[in-house]
């Protein structure tokens, strides 16, 4: 059995394979959501199979908690983006104002 682990320092502290940066959610994404073959994922990350039924395990034992992280993460990704949108917004008003004569 392969262990998930969790530190702050890495991938913002989402439960990952331990040795590895490779999160659970990574590998639910992949396996449950993209419908990828397991096996071909945990060779593409050089990882045993059961790493990837392990990381499975852990997402469906934790998926309430999964879901929550998702949902921050989410949340988040759509902050950034707006954000993001804005600072766009204000460079371009910048930029029209000084090429103005």
């Not at 530190?7 to 331990?18: A, F, L, N, V």
């Not at 940066?21 to 990350?45: C, M, N, Q, T, W």
């Amino acid at each position: 059995m392969v262990a998930i682990v969790t530190d702050s320092d890495i991938r913002s502290g989402d439960p990952c394979i331990e040795g590895t940066r490779i999160s659970v959610l990574d590998i639910k994404r992949r396996v449950i959501d993209g419908d990828e073959d397991p096996f071909e994922v945990a060779a593409e990350y050089d990882l045993d199979g059961a790493a990837v039924f392990d990381a499975l395990a852990y997402y469906y034992d934790n998926a309430e908690a999964m879901r929550e992280r998702e949902a921050e993460a989410a949340e988040r990704r759509q902050e950034i983006q707006q954000e993001s949108a804005d600072l766009r917004e204000r460079l371009d008003e910048t930029d029209a104002a000084e090429s103005e004569p």
